[in-house]
């Protein structure tokens, strides 16, 4: 079970809009920065977003994130074939456990 | 072009140890500015933060899994290392390390920029 909720799927057709939402908690979205990372099949996760809403160098500008209050969102705009693949919310939470970083469980994106 | 990547035994048996290293090249682990970090992913589930070791040796942990974890850096190699005791097969995963970027100059808080291609590890005997 993770801390942080990502709904287990998402699809649409290519040029569509997609959003993917992640919730947390106080102690985790409420209190951190939200980053977002990118697995194609049978590769490593990729650095999509960071700070909420920043993108790195090389990453399209149809990826956008947002952050409010305790919960987070993904959007892609123009969906290509490209953009299939499972997508990951992740933020720092501290608990009475300590600090430590978190991720949602994951986003399978279908583009139909 | 920062480069990292994993290495050590693929099948390790119940109840023993795993031992893993990450070689970073492109990046200086003693220059300290980043964090290096061990992530793992068991086969269709989210990643899992492991923990992460500064250049000083200062290390932080995931709580699941802190009384059973040791990192170790090693600058003089440019690489540090992940040991896991008392392994069992919930422990089989792919096991990633990656470089630890803070959101502004000597912050605490950080994203991961560059990871490594993974190394999976089973727990068998």
């Known amino acids: 079970q993770s801390v942080l909720t990502q709904p287990p799927s998402a699809s649409g057709t290519p040029g569509q809009r997609v959003t993917i939402s992640c919730s947390g908690s106080?102690?985790?979205?409420?209190?951190?920065?939200v980053y977002w990372y990118q697995q194609l099949p049978g590769t490593a996760p990729k650095l999509l977003i960071y700070?909420?809403?920043q993108r790195p160098s090389g990453v399209p500008d149809r990826f956008s994130g947002s952050k409010s209050g305790t919960s987070a969102s993904l959007v892609i705009s123009g969906l290509r074939s490209e953009d299939e693949a499972d997508y990951y919310c992740?933020?720092?939470?501290?608990?009475?456990?300590?600090?430590?970083?978190?991720f949602g469980g994951g986003t399978k994106l279908t583009v139909l | 072009q920062v480069q990292l990547q994993e290495s050590g035994p693929g099948l390790v048996k119940p109840s023993q140890t795993l031992s893993l290293t990450c070689n970073v090249s492109?990046?200086?682990?003693?220059?300290?500015?980043?964090?290096w970090n061990w992530i793992r992913q068991p086969a269709g589930k989210g990643p899992e933060w492991i923990g992460r070791?500064?250049?000083?040796?200062?290390?932080i942990y995931s709580p699941s899994l802190r009384s059973r974890v040791t990192l170790s850096v090693d600058t003089s190699n440019n690489q540090f290392s992940l040991i896991l005791n008392s392994v069992t097969a919930a422990d089989t995963a792919v096991y990633y390390c990656?470089?630890?970027?803070?959101?502004?100059?000597?912050?605490?808080?950080?994203?991961?920029?560059?990871w490594g291609q993974g190394a999976p590890v089973t727990v068998s005997s």
């Open positions: 070791i500064f250049a000083s040796g200062s290390t």
């Open positions: 990656a470089r630890g970027r803070a959101v502004v100059p000597g912050a605490l808080e950080y994203y991961l920029d560059f």
């Open positions: 492109g990046a200086s682990i003693s220059s300290g500015s980043y964090f």
């Open positions: 700070m909420n809403n």
């Open positions: 106080s102690s985790n979205i409420g209190s951190y920065y």
């Open positions: 992740a933020t720092w939470d501290d608990s009475m456990s300590g600090l430590h970083a978190v």
